[in-house]
């Protein structure tokens, strides 16, 4: 099928496609982990603050305050899946993001209003009330990291959306010429998408709030911690209504048929399920940890929430690639393996992994004992 997509590059694949789609999507669940604290976190968290008393108040500060390292591990855990896109999903990344090519420059700015603004919040004046100007920019941060999450969805969501790039460089170009003001807000599937995000966001804060407290708030009071457990719940709880709502909402409303037929069928069947049922298990969990709590329950509750969201990662690689399946097939292009690079990128990955790790349990050692009265 003729299609507007680029031309395939001489020099073929880096890497085996397994390898690509792998870290692409291992890349991308370690991205959302720090990145739903921005997304859904930041401004629920906000609110929390407002109404939530004096340990809403404690709390928020304690999860924004570490905002800062949250955004600056998401940045970076973010070039993982960028890079492995460009190089297995170039003939589709590239056009999509040419027809939207403003609004994707706009990120860097956007992201530097947002990272400033969280600054400012973290560290700005703290005295009896807060300051306006620190709580206004937290505010600004929190709409633009939710603006922020709307451009990618965007982008990444027209990148399935072939069908609809020549209606969209008819409609805004000069001469031929792209201007560059693209969007795919005409997809269905894209707002169901955006706000499934957002509720799957909310859990992993939920999830955040109890490894938190069960590793990094040693120094706090039990009632506290009690409050923070309970309040999880609450939040978790929220999340999983809302990517149940939009999720049912994405996949029986709006995707297309024979996408949806081909997840509904065995053996994606087992997938789909998991997938939709994965976000149940933290909750579970942390719906026991009201009665019994302890470091092993909070380290659980963290690891089947990443769990989740990996499950949710491989559903949207594979419908992502039979969205662009009738124009092209991702896992037939010639592959030219670069060894050196490759080699290159596993070592620095895994020495990067191993300083975060390394980093999060001097966090713990740190909190582990009550501070001296």
């Known amino acids: 099928m003729d299609a507007p997509i680029g031309p395939a590059s001489p020099l073929g694949y880096p890497a085996p496609y397994w390898f ?6 291992l890349g991308f669940t370690l991205h959302m982990v720090p990145m739903n604290l921005w997304y859904a976190g930041l401004i629920s968290l906000l ?9 809403g108040r404690r709390l928020s500060d304690r999860v924004l305050n570490a905002l800062p390292i949250a955004i600056a591990l998401g940045i970076n855990f973010g070039i993982i899946p960028l890079l492995f896109i460009q190089a297995a999903y170039y003939r589709v990344f590239y056009p ?17 209003v947002a990272y400033y603004g969280v600054y400012i919040y973290v560290i700005g004046p703290r005295k009896d009330k807060m300051n306006a100007i620190r709580r206004a920019a937290g505010w600004v941060a929190a709409g633009t990291f939710m603006v922020l999450g709307f451009i990618f969805a965007n982008s990444l969501s027209l990148m399935g959306n072939i069908g609809a790039w020549v209606d969209i460089w008819q409609s805004a170009n000069v001469g031929g010429a792209v201007l560059g003001f693209g969007s795919n807000i005409g997809d269905s599937t894209l707002w169901p998408r955006w706000l499934m995000m957002f509720g799957l966001a909310l859990t992993t804060t939920a999830a955040y709030v109890v490894v938190d407290t069960g590793f990094f708030a ?31 909402w994405y996949i029986f409303l709006t995707l297309p048929g024979e996408i949806r037929a081909q997840l ?8 789909t399920f998991l997938t939709g049922a994965g976000i149940g298990l933290p909750w579970l969990l942390i719906v026991a940890s009201q009665r019994r709590f302890n470091r092993g329950v909070a380290f659980l509750i963290g690891l089947t929430q990443f769990g989740a969201l990996a499950l949710h990662a491989v559903s949207r690689q594979i419908v992502q690639n039979a969205e662009i399946a009738p124009y092209l097939d991702v896992t037939a292009e010639p592959v030219n393996i670069q060894w050196s690079p490759m080699i290159l990128f596993l070592a620095l990955f895994a020495a990067g ?21």
Not at 219 to 228: G, I, L, P, T, V
Not at 356 to 373: D, E, F, H, I, Y
């Open 353 to 373: 992994i191993g300083l975060v790790v390394w980093m999060l349990s001097q966090v713990v050692k740190a909190n582990r004992q009550p501070a001296a009265g």
């Open 47 to 55: 609110v929390t603050r407002l109404v939530g008393g004096e340990h």
């Open 96 to 112: 999509a993001t040419i027809l939207m090519a403003w609004p994707w420059f706009a990120v860097i700015p956007l992201l530097m």
């Open 264 to 271: 509904l069928a065995m053996p994606l069947l087992i997938l």
């Open 20 to 25: 690509v789609v792998f870290f692409k999507v």
């Open 218 to 248: 040693g120094q706090e009071s039990e009632e506290y911690k009690r409050w923070a457990l309970g309040f999880a719940l609450r939040l978790h709880t929220l999340g999983v209504l809302w990517t149940a709502v939009t999720g049912s």
